[in-house]
């Protein structure tokens, strides 16, 4: 069942009516929706929205640390469709612990970089991800610099 | 190619490669430092004598942590950290951070402010596209062009400097507005440029538009599907030069693109000749562009009239006590930004660039994540080199323009 602000936006209907325990919630904020996936339904959603509704595009993947709340780690995924000229973005929490999800590689390719990044930056891990390692900060690396128990400035220690 | 004659990691990756594929495969490491990258983009290439069997972009060498120090810096200081992510268009993205905030602060531009943005974002079009043409051209071999094309950009740089003292990192639009007033007589440099510069993009033209040298280096090179192009992450006028009609000044106008006429160009080719022409093409309709928002420029203020968030004038300062405490407060502390979160989309040269501003409600953002077109087009790079010559990498990777400090951020 999806939440009543949402049921005059037809897409988080067709979401709801192919799997109704993939909305956990949602907002319509400054013209844009916002749909809360439960984490373990990300990947089929996002099939689902390329293929039936035409989101063609994953623009960008990125995360939001809320720390100190729980679940932490707050992913986001914003998704364009051509046809339709329209923005949908997607959201999912993590743990502080482990932090995990499905990779969406299989469904947009150009989620292989965006998605590295985010491990890069914030230690979240992708699962079926076919080349995750870090892309922006060195090799053997420690830390995450984009958490923000993560020091802006200082030496390494 | 014995491994043992030179010693190093590199060999042994090259002898890694030929146990496994024999000895015909070779790994080129091309760059950091290389004069055709750009920037500092390294690729490995593995090579079948001279086509290329597998390409992997190693990037990262520019990054500079700016999405951090968002993080750290209040809203108004932080548009000084956008020039330096695309420095060859740093108003672009100017522009893209200060719609973000202002639609989350819910402000109302005034029109002068609004036609002044579009002026100089097209500007900045013509100095990356130019940029992008001269080192592209130099590339390929055509010396010359790039002495043109530097040219007119000086020409742009003395107007960015005209504006806002600065060549460059100029942080002209601010939240809110503009930084300074325009400056007297900036019409009549704006002007004077702009009835030359259809002349000077002839020149170009006649210079590689019909060179047979150039044609030979550009035509049916390049290529790659539509398709893998959207599922890759590719944007701007690389997918126009296969067709696709998508500009976010057109698709979703922002700062008052939908009262300027202009046309997106496309071609069908999809290869490096069609993204010249494309991009050609767009120094023309910025042109327009920059002609009619500067013949219909409105008169008016230039920055917003909420004192919460701009800084009062001079004189107000210096006359009323109320101006002289928010002026305070506002360098001070910064403002409180109310909570929420935006993505905004602008057309940057180099296609889609996204702003997503995230404000938990006080004078620091919670978080700012750059989507940079060069990132996502970077991601092609693989796919469109695989099996194509060694020697048409440069052209390849020059037509989709990219600038690694966009991508890498």
């Known amino acids: 069942m999806i939440p009543d602000n949402l049921r005059e936006y037809a897409v988080a209907l067709a979401v709801d009516a192919f799997d109704g325990e993939a909305i956990t919630g949602g907002k319509h904020e400054f013209g844009e929706w916002t749909l809360e996936v439960a984490p373990s339904k990300i990947v089929s959603v996002c099939g689902f929205l390329k293929y039936d509704q035409k989101f063609v595009r994953l623009s960008t993947v990125t995360a939001v640390d809320r720390y100190p709340a729980e679940p932490r780690f707050e992913l986001v995924y914003h998704l364009y469709s051509i046809e339709g000229n329209q923005w949908l973005r997607l959201k999912c929490r993590t743990h502080a612990t482990d932090p995990v999800i499905e990779s969406v590689t299989s469904v947009w390719r150009s989620a292989n970089w965006y998605e590295r990044e985010v491990f890069d930056l914030f230690g979240i891990r992708f699962v079926n991800h076919p080349d995750l390692r870090r892309i922006m900060m060195p090799e053997g690396w420690e830390g995450y610099p984009l958490r923000k128990d993560y020091p802006v400035t200082g030496s390494r220690v | ?409």
């Not at chain 2, 590339?139 to 060549?167: K, T």
């Not at chain 2, 919670?366 to 099996?387: D, Y």
């Open chain 2, 1 to 409: 190619m014995s491994g043992s004659a030179v010693p190093g990691q590199f060999m042994a990756t090259l002898e890694e490669t030929e146990a496994q594929s024999g000895p015909r495969r070779m790994v080129l490491n091309m760059g950091p430092q290389h004069p055709s990258t750009h920037g500092v983009l390294r690729l490995l290439i593995e090579l079948d004598g001279e086509i290329i069997t597998k390409c992997d972009p190693d990037i990262g060498y520019l990054h500079t942590g700016i999405e951090k120090e968002f993080e750290v810096k209040n809203y108004q200081q932080s548009v000084t950290l956008t020039d330096r992510v695309d420095y060859l268009a740093p108003l672009s993205n100017n522009l893209g951070y200060v719609l973000a905030v202002e639609k989350l602060l819910e402000l109302e531009i005034p029109p002068q402010a609004q036609w002044m943005r579009v002026m100089l974002t097209e500007l900045t079009r013509l100095n990356s596209h130019l940029v992008w043409l001269g080192t592209h051209a130099l590339d390929i071999g055509a010396m010359s062009v790039f002495l043109y094309c530097f040219r007119e950009r000086e020409e742009i740089l003395r107007i960015f400097e005209m504006f806002s003292g600065q060549r460059m990192m100029t942080s002209y639009f601010r939240i809110g507005g503009l930084a300074l007033e325009p400056p007297r007589g900036w019409q009549q440099r704006v002007k004077k440029f702009i009835d030359v510069f259809p002349s000077r993009v002839d020149e170009y033209e006649e210079l590689l538009t019909n060179n047979r040298i150039w044609i030979g280096r550009t035509r049916g090179v390049g290529l790659i599907p539509l398709e893998d192009m959207l599922d890759l992450g590719v944007t701007g006028p690389m997918l126009r030069a296969a067709g696709l009609k998508v500009d976010a000044r057109k698709d979703r106008p922002y700062s008052s693109y939908d009262k300027f006429d202009f046309v997106v160009p496309t071609r069908t080719e999809n290869d490096v000749y069609a993204r010249y022409q494309v991009r050609i093409e767009e120094m023309r309709q910025s042109t327009r562009i920059i002609q009619q928002a500067m013949e219909g420029m409105p008169s008016g203020p230039w920055k917003a009239a909420d004192q919460h968030v701009v800084l009062p004038d001079r004189e107000k300062m210096k006359t009323q006590m109320e101006a002289l405490i928010y002026h305070f407060k506002i360098v001070t502390e910064g403002f409180r930004v109310p909570a929420g979160e935006v993505y905004q989309v602008i057309e940057s040269p180099r296609g889609e660039l996204g702003y997503y501003v995230v404000s938990d409600g006080t004078a620091r953002p919670l978080r700012v994540h750059m989507r940079t077109p060069s990132f996502g087009n970077l991601q092609a790079v693989p796919k469109m080199v695989a099996g194509v010559l060694i020697a048409d990498v440069i052209a390849s990777i020059g037509s989709m323009d990219f600038v690694l400090g966009d991508t890498d951020r």
